[in-house]
């Protein structure tokens, strides 16, 4: 693996004395697709400002090829040519009268000669679908051709590295791809990739390695499957975790998935989905259709919650020859329940026996107040964002959850969960434990 960026014990402040970065160590290996994932402000921009030298580290480097970059204008026009990058805001990039001048603006200040440059602002503005609007000033351009003409502008430079921040800020969906498509294309003809995004979903289902950003420091880095299993790295970022997995978890749960790698896209979670167990199976002649037979021992991949299992069967044909298909039986899950904590009538010895006697197994809060009062008791929170449809999922698995809320949100919640129930006949255990509250369904008894 060839390593193209590097930095070491990289810092920066800004002349405000706002430190934006602190002791960065990142390594990037060449033709790989990279993220930056955090929070608004956690050091993204800066980072990439530091990686062509806009900006000076206060302490630290950036390594280039394995060399130290130097800040004469020579050494960073040099570095600007080989590290592309695209601004989150088109409009801080583009300002020549019209999209050809503006993709030739690079290549003309690298003083290459005229025909040339035409050569290069021709193909470039065929590569990335625009040149039908070469003629065009930039300004009257939508958000998605705007981000696509400041893209162009730097492949025009032909640079080892292209730097995106936010590439799909203000694109509508198509928009979004038509951009991740160009980037994927780039990435395969050899460049380098880095992005910067808040969106998990992205960095998950693209990235081939991923660097997550809180608070001017790089906090976890790895493969998209080692980041966005970290949890609790997630909290500490602010970050949610892949739709994709959620949904695996799910599936996972319920015992309905294959034994597989954890999907990064929706064909691989579409795949992890196991076949419905119908087989084909010898069978006694006097079984007849409709008939539950019990298959003895299931292992391997059959068995769905341990190696070995019993399970019954439905006889759903027979056929001659003493065969029969049959649909293996799924084990029933325990029922799970969701109850509701009135945090306007606290009382934390009655907290502590609700989550001791109703054998709570998943806490959420909802609202400001509910999770000061978890900070301040140390009570551990499980949920802290989508509380009330993550204690659904969960109690769908068979967890005993409770929620802490306060005010309106009672109702609320008790409204979604019981209007839930009601859509998809699942009768779930609900109720408010505490205060006066008589909208549960099950008061007291979760
Ligand atoms: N020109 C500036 N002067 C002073 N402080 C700045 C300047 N630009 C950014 N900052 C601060 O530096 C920190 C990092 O900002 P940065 O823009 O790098 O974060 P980011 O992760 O890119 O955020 P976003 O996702 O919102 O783009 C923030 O605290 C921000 O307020």
């Excluded at 035409?118 to 065929?126: R, W, Y």
């Excluded at 420091?217 to 998209?224: A, F, H, L, Q």
Aim: with cysteine.
């Amino acid at each position: 693996m060839v390593v193209i960026l590097e930095t070491k014990d990289l810092s920066y402040s800004y002349p405000d004395g706002t430190l934006a970065l602190e002791d960065i160590n990142i390594t990037i290996q060449k033709g790989k697709k990279i993220a930056f994932v955090g929070r608004n402000g956690s050091g993204k921009s800066t980072l990439f400002m530091t990686l062509n030298g806009t900006h000076r580290p206060k302490k630290g480097e950036v390594l280039f090829h394995g060399k130290p970059l130097k800040y004469d204008s020579k050494s960073l026009r040099e570095v600007r040519k080989s590290v592309g990058i695209v601004f989150q805001n088109s409009d801080d990039q583009i300002f020549a009268p019209t999209i050809y001048q503006d993709v030739a603006f690079g290549p003309t200040n690298l003083d290459y000669p005229k025909d040339k440059v035409a050569k290069i602002v021709h193909d470039t503005l065929e590569y990335v679908g625009l040149t039908h609007l070469k003629d065009k000033p930039p300004h009257h351009l939508s958000g998605g051709q705007k981000k696509r003409v400041a893209i162009a502008g730097v492949v025009a430079m032909d640079p080892e590295v292209i730097v995106l921040d936010e590439p799909l800020s203000n694109l509508d969906p198509v928009g979004a791809d038509e951009v991740m498509d160009l980037l994927n294309e780039l990435n395969y003809f050899g460049k380098t990739i880095i992005i910067s995004t808040h969106d998990v979903d992205l960095a998950y289902g693209w990235a081939d390695y991923v660097f997550l950003m809180n608070d001017r420091k790089v906090i976890s880095e790895g493969t998209p499957e080692e980041i966005f299993r970290q949890t609790e790295k997630l909290k500490e970022a602010y970050l949610k975790r892949p739709i994709t997995l959620e949904i695996y978890d799910e599936i996972r749960k319920r015992g309905i998935a294959r034994a597989s790698k954890p999907p990064r896209d929706i064909p691989d979670l579409v795949h992890t989905l196991r076949p419905q167990n119908l087989m084909w199976v010898d069978v006694p002649p006097e079984v007849k259709e409709g008939e539950t037979i019990n298959m003895g021992i299931l292992y391997g991949e059959f068995a769905q919650d341990s190696m070995y299992e019993a399970a019954n069967c439905k006889v759903l044909h027979k056929h001659e020859d003493g065969l029969a298909i049959v649909e293996m039986g799924r084990k029933p899950l325990r029922a799970g329940s969701i109850s509701i904590y009135d945090t306007s009538a606290y009382d934390n010895e009655e907290l502590l026996q609700v989550l001791k006697n109703d054998g709570i197994e998943c806490v959420g809060a909802m609202g400001k107040k509910s999770k000061i009062v978890a900070e301040r008791d140390e009570i551990y929170l499980h949920v802290t964002s989508g509380v009330i449809d993550r204690s659904i999922l969960n109690a769908l698995s068979g967890q005993r959850c409770l929620i802490l809320t306060h005010g309106g949100m009672v109702d609320h919640a008790l409204e979604r969960i019981n209007g839930y129930i009601e859509k998809s006949g699942i009768n779930l255990h609900v109720g408010v434990v505490n205060g006066d509250s008589d909208n549960g369904n099950g008061k007291g008894s979760c």
